[in-house]
């Protein structure tokens, strides 16, 4: 399955409702690359990587103010919370990506209940 197309691979593991961490060797991977604010998705969005494919990333305002102390700051603020938070952001991000059933291809998203739960979990 590494050979295969990320957007055919995730389709597959959709399909068949498994999780990606069943992908020998898979990882999901951060390069510090310059995270941004999205204020039609209401979301900071920052890259990985999987197999040497880009993967979007995204953490949602709702989950930032709600466990990052976003609370009434503004975008400027948010990207400056998730730097000072990103590498439990990524951890959690990679723990989805990883770990959850395939919402969509090549694309993960945090949410507030998202950090409950992946905060609770042992994985």
């Given at each position: 399955m590494r050979n295969l197309a990320p957007h055919a691979r995730d389709?597959?593991?959709?399909?068949v409702g498994r999780a990606r961490d069943i992908?020998?060797?898979?990882d999901l991977t951060f390069?510090?690359?310059?995270?941004?604010?999205?204020?039609s998705r209401?979301?900071?969005?920052?890259?990985?990587?999987?197999?040497?494919?880009p993967v979007q990333c995204a953490i949602s305002r709702e989950a930032l103010d709600d466990h990052f102390g976003t609370d009434g700051v503004n975008d400027t603020g948010r990207v400056e919370?998730?730097?000072k938070s990103r590498s439990k952001i990524e951890r959690l991000?990679?723990?989805?990506?990883l770990s959850w059933p395939v919402e969509e291809s090549e694309y993960v998203?945090?949410?507030?209940?998202?950090?409950?739960r992946l905060s609770s979990s042992n994985r």
């Open positions: 389709l597959m593991l959709r399909i992908l020998p060797s898979i390069d510090g690359s310059t995270a941004r604010y999205d204020f209401d979301i900071v969005m920052f890259v990985g990587a999987a197999f040497g494919s919370a998730f730097q991000v990679r723990r989805k990506y998203l945090v949410t507030t209940t998202d950090v409950e």
